[in-house]
């Protein structure tokens, strides 16, 4: 006979027990895992897209949180309240060095998504000219709270304000970055802006190349003072921890090459998919075909996937438009942005190469393989959407009223370095095959009168008076002016250098092609520093500075006009920087 509960008293008290002695398992299987660590900020916040009374501050957890504000103003009063996303792509893999992987594989077998938290707040109501100061918190999903150190921020510039303007390019955590951005700020001080002309890390899915490579020297942290980069020089190791910049200034950047991905995997490594793009139109034609085998899900990024895709470099910074190309007015200053960038591929015409001329010979029967020349990401050839938004916006009030008509691309118009050749156009192929059909070689060729900047663009810029046209991809100092007064700067020297060709030693190029082997292949001479160039071998002075152990930025001062170049070497840490170059932007005369 089974014994029943007698009363209902009894029924609850047994029941009340129950939940006491279950009540630590219930919590223990729900709560969420207990945080081993104090809360941190993966960045400091750094400043986007002025306005005459706005600016946008950011800044990056690895938790989403529960509320996440800027304090601003006097004594900090005022609040704005934060705007949380999550970045979709970035990774980790073989080749990342983060935390404890020190060498190759240690920790990452394969890619694997990194959850990173990107806050966006808009402080508002702010004084044109009027600087203040501001502080980021952010509160940690189990209450806990960070608070950045206090910064300064400021709206857009009115006119006629005397600005410093940081020009540069090509950080990508190369050995000398944290030495050239601290450098900037003990000779500067704070810059009002950044202009950065692409490439601004190598591999922009790999998260610690942004955030916190081990190795010191990620893309934020040598930007915010927070470096931690070893130089060795005769046994002498000096730390340098980069500049407290962008916590101050707003960064405007132009997509290089190196904020490009290409196909996405989740197997191959982040340094494979970087290096295999394919032009968004063959991707189409390969995608209609077998879009079942790639994208069996349906997932609508499917042909973006399977060729290219800017989103990691898109998620993390706000432009002023939706395009990878914008304009916008700072200060007296009309900036445009373009998107002029193509894949890199080596000059190599080796039968396993996949280059800039041929295809490598064990892919000539798999077109899916095909690196298909240095191809063009995004058009700018006449009836391109961007080539007419360029139209318009040089065309615009804004830029005509402008005093100082600033135009910042990618890839060099006129230089000395190895990668203006060849010409930026859209490669010519060329098949050959044999009696019987089968593929013996696929070629590349890039008609000189088709490069787009040199016909197309240079042509507007000149018709609308730019007085100054910034642009990297060669990792060297080197400048050149045009016969209607356009200065052309290229200030990308900031950590080690592919070389300049001028005299007798020359750029790898096929034979038998019309590409230049030495000096500007567009015809410009280049102009020697005006103060203090260096010398070569026979002493005479050198137009360029190309060097491992020389690092170089450049200044715009919107009071005088003028740019100013400066160098510091390395090797000799009780050295001066020496400012080495001075020109003057000025209006330009405007064919008609």
Not at 149 to 169: E, Q, V
Not at 179 to 194: F, M
Not at 464 to 471: D, F, I, P, R, T
Not at 536 to 551: F, H, M, R, V
């Amino acid at each position: 006979m089974v014994n029943r509960l007698s009363s209902r008293p009894q029924l609850i008290a047994v029941l009340v027990f129950v939940f006491i002695a279950l009540a630590p398992l219930v919590v223990i299987f729900t709560q969420q895992p207990p945080y081993l660590s104090p809360p941190q900020l993966l960045s400091d916040p750094f400043l986007q897209l002025p306005t005459d009374t706005s600016v946008r501050v950011v800044w990056f957890t690895e938790f989403s949180g529960t509320r996440h504000s800027v304090a601003y103003g006097q004594g900090l009063r005022q609040v704005a309240i934060a705007n949380t996303t999550k970045l979709t792509r970035t990774r980790e893999d073989q080749k990342s060095r983060v935390g404890e992987q020190t060498e190759d594989a240690l920790v990452y077998q394969k890619p694997t998504p990194r959850d990173i938290w990107r806050h966006e707040a808009k402080v508002t109501r702010l004084t044109p000219g009027q600087r203040v100061p501001y502080r980021v918190t952010s509160v940690r999903n189990d209450g806990q709270i960070v608070k950045s150190n206090p910064f300064t921020l400021a709206s857009a510039p009115p006119p006629h304000t005397p600005l410093k303007i940081l020009l540069t390019s090509d950080h990508q955590l190369m050995p000398m970055t944290a030495v050239n951005l601290q450098k900037v700020a003990e000779t500067v001080g704070n810059v009002d802006a950044v202009f950065l002309a692409g490439d601004l890390v190598n591999i922009p899915d790999r998260a610690s190349e942004w955030f916190d490579d081990n190795r010191g020297g990620a893309f934020f942290p040598a930007l915010q003072g927070h470096a931690d980069y070893k130089l060795e020089y005769n046994n002498i190791t000096t730390l340098y921890t980069g500049g407290e910049l962008i916590q101050h200034a707003p960064l405007f950047p132009a997509t290089g090459n190196h904020e490009v991905m290409g196909r996405f995997s989740t197997d191959s490594g982040l340094n494979d998919q970087f290096n295999d793009p394919l032009p968004r139109q063959v991707a189409a034609e390969i995608y209609q075909q077998i879009s079942s085998l790639l994208n069996p899900n349906h997932n609508p990024n499917g042909l973006k996937d399977n060729s290219f895709n800017t989103d990691t470099y898109n998620e993390i910074f706000t432009l002023p438009s939706n395009e990878n190309y914008y304009a916008i007015t700072f200060g007296d200053i009309r900036l445009i942005s373009l998107y002029i960038t193509n894949i890199w591929r080596t000059p190599s015409l080796k039968p396993n190469a996949k280059g800039r001329y041929r295809e490598r010979e064990a892919d000539l029967n798999n077109p899916t393989a095909w690196g298909y020349g240095q191809h063009i990401f995004e058009p700018i050839k006449p009836g391109s959407p961007q080539s007419n938004w360029l139209k318009a916006e040089l065309n615009s009030p804004e830029f005509q009223q402008a005093k100082y008509k600033i135009v910042m691309f990618h890839h060099p118009p006129h230089s000395l370095g190895d990668n203006i050749v060849p010409p930026y156009t859209d490669p010519i192929q060329t098949i050959e095959r044999d009696r019987k059909g089968k593929i013996t070689a696929v070629r590349y060729d890039y008609p000189h009168q088709a490069d787009y900047i040199i016909r197309d663009v240079i042509p507007l810029l000149e018709t609308a008076g730019v007085q100054l046209v910034l642009y990297g991809h060669s990792h060297l100092w080197n400048r050149f002016v045009n016969s209607q007064g356009i200065h052309f700067l290229e200030s990308s020297n900031v950590g080690n250098t592919y070389g300049a060709y001028l005299g007798e030693k020359q750029r790898q190029v096929p034979k038998g092609k019309e590409y230049a082997a030495t000096g500007d292949p567009n015809g410009l001479e280049p102009i020697l520093p005006t103060i203090a160039p260096l010398r070569g071998e026979d002493n005479q002075p050198l137009p360029y500075i190309a060097s491992k152990d020389i690092t170089v930025f450049s200044i715009l001062d919107t009071s005088t006009g003028i740019v100013s170049s400066y160098r510091f070497d390395t090797t000799k840490l009780d050295s001066d920087v020496i400012e080495f170059d001075e020109f003057k932007v000025a209006p330009v005369r405007r064919v008609r």
